[in-house]
């Protein structure tokens, strides 16, 4: 028997959105592109494309377990067709990965709210894929489709004639928001409500009446040696009253050896396993000796993967809201607002934070060499170092957090009145 034409995947492709469609109403969800009408992204009217910013379709996350970007596409935040112009949304999308394709990073796909009266037509979706050229593939590590219906299958049946075999396995689908949870720290993506209300209904039906009862077990309680996912209290109570926490330690003073010069540093990712297999020697309380790995970029990733494993940001969750109003700050001011708010922080924090900015400093002065400029340790480090206490930070939010994380570096002695001396940090 003949394949089936590609007019026919199409019509086999609206069928299954029209099966989506009633499968929502029955589980009782809202038209998903309604019901989150007014919890939209707060975009500045500056932003070039606050048209379609405002919608707050796209998002940029933190970091997932391998030190990737992380970028998210809501499909319940699509409006109508009628009310959208999908090449200004393409040009958005690109203009937003611009930011980030020249590392690694990750794309998560929220499915969920994809219906006939949103859906961009599958002319747009094939041009929209071959507008992403090899600039936007090769450093793109996966593509999480995150609640797949009968509609990705046919649709992927339609495309496949023109996707890679590369790109192909890059495509990983996660029926559940838990199923990230191997991938990523999910604290830190901003789920819609429609997202995690459709996940929890699934889950529900899924696991029927013992869904709520099985959900979630008790939080074991930490090891005496657990140096991930624990709070710098924990760390000083089980390490002698160091204030500074050991893999913070060992990382950095392993890096300040023979890392400074590398190029990229901080920007480069690695095997997870390989990650996994050092967090679990530290929380196992077994040392850790960087050299047999033979790559710098081990220790760089695991001192990101430390900070961001944080129960609480090293900023503190009550400054979020400060540094989101440094770009009201009048520039001339702005290094004299930062001091202000780090000499806020719990006296620990501060201390941490002197700690590691130090290091940055001395990182950024080997520029020439490992193009990590203050700005670019900046995009690094600063969704490390500060998310909200609900979600993650909006892509608005990224401007002020990196801004705010580059004057902590580029003004170092000013900031926290120390100087660096032969890779030191001295009063």
């Not at 937003?96 to 998560?108: A, G, R």
């Not at 624990?230 to 893999?247: F, H, S, W």
């Not at 900070?307 to 009048?330: G, K």
Request: a positive charge; proline letters at 6%.
């Amino acid at each position: 028997m003949q394949s089936m034409h590609a007019v026919d995947f199409e019509q086999l492709a609206e069928i299954e959105l029209q099966k989506d469609e009633e499968e929502q109403t029955q589980l009782g969800h809202n038209r998903a592109s309604d019901a989150g009408a007014s919890d939209v992204a707060d975009a500045d009217m500056s932003h070039p494309y606050y048209d379609i910013a405002r919608h707050g379709i796209i998002h940029v996350a933190g970091d997932d377990n391998s030190g990737r970007k992380v970028i998210t596409f809501s499909c319940c935040r699509l409006p109508p067709c009628h009310e959208i112009d999908h090449t200004r949304l393409l040009e958005y999308l690109k203009y937003t990965l611009d930011q980030y394709v020249e590392n690694d990073y990750t794309v998560i796909y929220f499915h969920f709210g994809l219906n006939s009266r949103n859906k961009p037509s599958l002319s747009w979706l094939q041009s929209a894929y071959k507008a992403f050229d090899r600039k936007y593939k090769k450093n793109l590590k996966a593509l999480y489709v995150v609640h797949p219906t009968n509609f990705i299958k046919v649709l992927w049946k339609i495309f496949k004639p023109i996707i890679s075999h590369k790109f192909g396995k890059k495509v990983l689908y996660m029926n559940y928001l838990s199923d990230l949870r191997e991938h990523l720290k999910c604290s830190c993506l901003i789920v819609p409500p429609e997202v995690l209300q459709h996940d929890q209904k699934q889950q529900n039906v899924q696991k029927g009446s013992q869904s709520a009862s099985s959900k979630a077990r008790p939080p074991r309680p930490p090891l005496p040696t657990q140096q991930f996912g624990v709070n710098l209290q924990y760390l000083k109570d089980k390490n002698k009253g160091e204030l500074i926490p050991p893999v913070m330690k060992q990382t950095i003073s392993y890096l300040k050896a023979k890392g400074l010069r590398t190029e990229g540093l901080f920007r480069r990712s690695v095997s997870v396993h390989i990650i996994k297999d050092v967090q679990k020697l530290y929380n196992l309380g077994k040392p850790v000796d960087f050299d047999q790995y033979k790559d710098v970029h081990i220790p760089a990733v695991i001192l990101k993967t430390f900070l961001r494993e944080l129960p609480e940001p090293l900023l503190t969750f009550d400054s979020y809201r400060q540094i989101l109003e440094l770009t009201s700050v009048e520039s001339s001011l702005r290094v004299t607002s930062c001091k202000q708010i780090v000499q806020t922080l719990p006296e620990h924090n501060y201390v941490v934070l002197k700690y590691l900015i130090c290091f940055l400093s001395l990182i950024s002065q080997e520029s020439i060499y490992n193009k990590m400029t203050p700005s670019n340790l900046a995009c690094v480090f600063g969704l490390n170092l500060i998310w909200p206490r609900e979600g993650g930070s909006s892509i608005n939010a990224l401007v002020p957090l990196n801004m705010f994380t580059e004057l902590l570096i580029e003004f170092f002695p000013k900031i926290f009145s120390y100087r660096t001396v032969a890779g030191e940090c001295l009063p």
